[in-house]
């Protein structure tokens, strides 16, 4: 089943968008979507990560926000 755009094929700006489109609609779905939704939902995000870390892969981390010493 297709689950929307292939991210490789997204500007930076629509990639964005589509991130934070599913971020919001997280809570949503796994509460109240059926479980179709909710593995497309898993895959598509996995899927704009993945692009996202394969644009940035030396992404800022900031160390105020790590858990234990990596």
């Not at 934070?20 to 939704?37: C, F």
Request: hydrophobic share 35%.
């Amino acid at each position: 089943m297709e689950t929307g755009i292939d991210p490789a094929s997204l500007s930076e700006d629509d990639l964005f968008r589509e991130l934070s489109s599913l971020y919001r609609a997280r809570l949503a779905t796994l509460r109240h979507g059926p479980d179709a939704a909710l593995s497309n939902h898993f895959k598509r995000t996995a899927d704009l990560e993945t692009e996202y870390i394969t644009r940035y892969p030396s992404r800022e981390v900031d160390t105020d926000r790590l858990t234990q010493a990596f």
